[in-house]
């Protein structure tokens, strides 16, 4: 049966079960933690807050991602599970248009019957190698780069497979209400990454290789759609305040500062990094991310890749000379073959990694997600080979009545052991500790990898071997002072100050100038009640909070509350406090510093609105019920009094104190019955109470129990000596 015979449940059967596989692999993966900059992304954005889609519609070119994150939040907040299985759900989505597109530009071309007859079959192992193959678990797992370069693939796709559906419908309405949703398409995926500035170049392609099939008089009838294409395109970014050629001339002539830990510039971390040095250094990358797609068997997050000096650098002179090779190859190919797939296959490959590996300077060198959208390239012409290795063995072997078996069995046993090679990637996204230990083997030159890894073995309680590793990301980047804060925080911990003093003040001298270094010199001071040292160093920790991310940002404001806190300033410490709350989630003790220092200042509907998020998270938390409950009777809210009072009692019914003060909201309540045996209770304790006897003389009249009170009032009479007391028992009487 020819490709074309099949049955409609035959088409869909196989991006069904590649999805199912897809989804088995990936599974495991869908509880593992957040991890690197999902932290400010997600967990520390205060962005992402409030579903406010009218706020951000078409704000800036990546206002999709911020939309979807919003979204995710509204509903299940930071529950990592929900955020794993969108970007699952993402990436099976695109893999299933990847299907799609490839078998409906192939099945109805004229002039290559042998792609024609197998346009399901290569669909198939192109959607395969798409959805299973291990580079691509550095951009599903990786949840914030998911929503980024995810987002731009599956808008890619989309726009890809309406522009097709427009040019091969015969009916003008249709043809009409297609073009009009690619072009919507176009305008939407600015908003996902402005690296998705190649797709109407991605889409001539497809057109030139698939519809026009290589002829110029075909292709010439859709210019103007091509280029109505590009004008949205760039009509959207000047509306999102982006421009693209003015943002490439202006950073293609810009020298970039390394990031921290991270330097590009080997052993000269100070060093800039230029357009002409980055530039000079794609050979090699693009080669390595070229490479890893047919050799997948040692890819990291990182790599050991640094800047190259000059194009007859031995690490630039061969890749170079391997990529002029392909590039010739491609030439060639295209000149005996103005349809062929090789051709389309490395330009969409060299478009689509353009914006991520050119003159552009960047602090990332490397790193695989920037492949995601041009990997389709590759695996496309990876699945060409791989169709043509098994007519080469069926050809071989004459298996003409077995070639179909042959056929399925190689495609089930390539996805297979891909998803088996995904799954054991994606083990090292289980935990900072695989996953930075998997760094540092990779990268042994690059600090960032075991300061980080010495975090996670710090959390872990191996102590010692994280200290070895900081020493270790100082020997790789002495200028680092990351590693420095941390050692000083780990001193300063087992209480060894003099190590911790050192540590911070070679991190000053490192002259890093990152907040969190202040932030934590900061809380040095402030445990030495250095509070005029404190308070300089947190407010240079938020003078650089521009450059940084907002979670240092609200823990220096939490820190400065503490230092108002502690020289009884409570009313600038609820200020500060309040400022930290705005920009960031807490856990429930830094509600009850708020909560504290609002109720010393006497502001107890601040106090009542901090105490009860407390007593949600930790009801028993310190003296969280009695400082609840002392609010409302301030307030005259006897009632939750009575109610909060009542838990604190119940706490430890023999505590008088919280007895009487149970008893006290109850008789304001004129809940008599209850009150008695409280107030009963406190009698025995007459000298810290004295008015007890009284409140229990009061709760008997209004039981009527005359004859008793009168008794209890003259008992008190007689023997109390505060004249007071004495005077009220008479009154009464």
Request: hydrophobic share 45%; with cysteine; glycine share 4%.
């Amino acid at each position: 049966m020819t490709d074309l015979k099949l049955n409609w449940w035959q088409k869909i059967l196989p991006p069904t079960i590649l999805s199912i596989i897809t989804f088995l692999f990936y599974y495991p993966s869908l509880t593992y933690k957040y991890m690197f900059d999902d932290f400010p992304y997600i967990v520390q954005n205060s962005h992402i807050r409030n579903f406010l889609p009218k706020s951000i519609f078409f704000l800036h070119t990546r206002w999709i991602s911020l939309l979807l994150n919003q979204l995710t939040y509204k509903f299940w907040e930071l529950n990592i599970f929900s955020y794993r299985i969108t970007n699952l759900f993402i990436h099976i989505t695109s893999g299933i248009l990847v299907f799609i597109i490839v078998r409906t530009l192939l099945k109805k071309l004229k002039q290559n019957n042998f792609l024609k007859n197998n346009s399901t079959l290569l669909a198939t192992i192109t959607c395969s190698l798409y959805l299973l193959h291990p580079v691509q678990t550095q951009t599903v797992v990786y949840i914030t780069q998911m929503r980024l370069e995810g987002l731009v693939n599956l808008f890619s796709f989309l726009t890809i497979l309406t522009f097709i559906h427009a040019v091969k419908t015969n009916n003008l309405i249709t043809k009409a209400i297609l073009y009009v949703l690619t072009t919507g398409l176009i305008a939407f995926s600015a908003g996902t990454k402005e690296i998705v500035i190649v797709l109407p170049v991605l889409i001539m392609l497809v057109d030139w290789f698939f519809l026009s099939e290589g002829k110029f008089s075909n292709f010439k009838k859709r210019i103007l759609v091509h280029l109505l294409l590009i004008t949205i395109m760039f009509a959207t970014f000047a509306k999102l305040k982006y421009h693209p050629i003015k943002r490439t001339v202006t950073l293609s002539t810009t020298q970039m500062q390394n990031n921290r830990g991270n330097a590009l510039t080997y052993k000269k971390p100070k060093t800039p990094i230029t357009p002409n040095k980055f530039f000079i250094s794609q050979p090699k990358i693009i080669l390595h991310y070229i490479n890893m797609y047919f050799y997948p068997l040692h890819i990291s997050f990182d790599y050991d890749f640094f800047l190259s000096e000059s194009f007859t650098d031995k690490d630039v002179l061969i890749p170079l000379a391997i990529l002029l090779l392909i590039l010739l190859a491609t030439l060639l190919m295209f000149i005996k073959n103005k349809a062929n797939i090789f051709t389309f296959s490395v330009l969409w490959f060299f478009v689509a990694v353009l914006p991520r590996a050119s003159i552009i300077p960047s602090t990332e060198l490397v790193c695989d997600y920037k492949t995601h959208l041009a990997s389709f390239g590759i695996l496309f012409f990876i699945a060409f080979l791989f169709l043509l290795l098994i007519k080469k063995i069926n050809e071989m072997f004459v298996l003409q009545k077995q070639h179909k078996i042959l056929q399925h069995s190689a495609i089930a046993i390539t996805a297979l052991s891909l998803g088996f090679m995904s799954y054991n990637r994606n083990l090292v996204w289980k935990s900072d500790l695989a996953y930075w230990k998997d760094t540092v083997k990779s990268a042994p030159r690059k600090a960032r990898g075991f300061n980080n890894y010495a975090v996670a073995l710090m959390n872990t309680g191996q102590d010692k071997l994280a200290v070895k590793n900081y020493l270790k990301a100082i020997e790789c980047e002495p200028t680092y002072g990351e590693p420095q804060v941390n050692l000083a925080i780990y001193y300063q911990r087992i209480g060894d100050r003099k190590k911790a003093n050192e540590r911070y003040q070679l991190a000053l001298k490192s002259g890093e100038g990152h907040p969190e270094l202040f932030n934590n010199l900061g809380m040095f001071y402030l445990d030495d009640k250095k509070f005029a040292q404190a308070e300089t160093a947190f407010k240079k920790a938020l003078e650089l909070y521009a450059f940084y991310g907002r979670g240092i940002y609200s823990r220096a404001m939490i820190n400065m509350g503490r230092l108002n806190h502690l020289q009884n300033k409570f009313k600038e410490a609820v200020e500060y406090y309040e400022i930290a709350f705005k920009q960031d989630n807490f856990a429930h003790h830094f509600y009850y510093l708020h909560g504290l220092a609002a109720f010393q200042a006497q502001l107890y509907d601040k106090t009542i609105t901090s105490l009860e998020r407390v007593k949600g998270a930790k009801q028993n938390y310190q003296n969280t019920l009695h400082m609840l409950a002392s609010c409302y009777y301030q307030k005259q809210d006897y009632k939750n009094a009575a109610i909060n009072f009542e838990l604190n009692y119940k706490q430890n019914p023999k505590n008088v104190s919280h007895a009487y003060n149970l008893a006290q909201a109850l008789l304001n309540l004129k809940e008599y019955q209850k009150a008695l045996p409280l107030f009963e209770q406190c009698k025995n304790s007459v000298a810290q109470y004295p008015f007890a006897p009284l409140h229990f003389a009061k709760c008997l009249k209004n039981l009527g129990q005359i004859d008793l009170a009168k008794q209890e009032l003259i008992q008190t009479v007689r023997t109390t000596k505060n004249n007071q007391i004495k005077q009220i028992g008479i009154n009464e009487l």
